[in-house]
């Protein structure tokens, strides 16, 4: 491989603006970047369909780096963060930086496989997101710090389910769709051409993926910015209401997140206010995991009853 390929395209990963389908999963990501408030992502699925690849294909092309990846045995140290042992053994006390404070400097924490992970260390992460707070008081060490990141979840339903409480935490969830024959059909002539461009010296199949994912990103941070001119009048937010509960959404958090999200839509869409139709598009992915199945334990699901409970609202 020749090393100005290395340069035009230093990470093996598909440009995000190349991606075939998961339009849905791609939607969230893109919504919980523009409103960071909105807590999170939660994708599932089963192997093979392209979460990760997703995930870190966004990463790069919003914050120009892969995400800080959390690994399933991390301990609280390496979340939060504690003593260089080199340092210790001379006798220095030299605090070292945890991986939320590694996420913050990138902007993205990407935990692979949550519903394997220690509920604990979920929990401080969890928390550190909603509140936007980073406080450790513990051996010797009493800090408080401010960080900021898009946090990614994923998780095989097939390898385990995650407790109520920590998908209820969770702003947005969605299913990494399967793709029909068309879309797996370009999927491979798409990620061929990658693999072939990426060898070239001078690519202009790359530069145009990397100049659509200049405009993509241009967007959301323009979205971001005008966020809060975005106008949510009292009929939306009841009608937020109304959606979770004809849905049997569990406790109030949902309808909140309904609102956030349709929020977000209206701000990516370069509009003044929150409609109904903005609404309808973010409803499975705020309210799907808060389901009354999900307390218990099964799997979330977003199926025809629910869309006729919503149909029937929205007329």
Known sequence: MRDTAREASPAPILPYSRIVGQDELKLALELNFIAPAIGGVLIAGQRGT???????????????????????????????????????????????RGLLEEAHDKGLLYVD????????????????????VLSV?????????????????????????LRAQLLDRFGLMVTAAELDIEERHRMITTVLAFEEER?????????????????????????????????????????CAEAAARTGAVGQRGDLLVAKAARALAAREDTERVNAR????????????????????????WGQDEEAAID???G
């Open 278 to 301: 903005h609404v309808r598009r973010v409803l499975p992915l705020a309210l799907r995991h808060r389901r009354p199945e999900s307390v218990h334990g099964q799997e979330p699901a």
């Open 50 to 96: 392209a979460k990760s690849t997703v995930v870190r294909a966004f990463a790069l092309m919003t914050g120009g780096c892969m995400p800080v990846t959390l690994p399933i045995n991390a301990t609280d140290d390496r979340v939060l963060g504690g003593w260089e042992l080199d340092a210790l053994m001379h006798g220095e006390a030299r605090r070292q």
């Open 199 to 239: 060898l070239r010296a001078d690519s202009g199949w790359l530069r145009a993926a990397e100049e659509d994912n200049r405009r993509l990103r241009d967007g959301l941070l323009a979205a971001r910015a005008r966020l809060t001119a975005v106008r949510l009048e009292a009929d939306i937010s009841r009608l």
């Open 137 to 161: 008081q513990r051996e010797g060490i009493d800090t408080e710090t401010h960080v900021s990141f898009g946090l990614v979840g994923t998780m095989n339903p097939e390898e385990g389910s």
């Open 312 to 314: 029937e609202l929205f």
């Open 113 to 132: 496989e949550v519903n394997l992970l220690d509920d604990h260390i979920v929990n401080i992460i969890l928390d550190v997101v909603s509140t936007g």
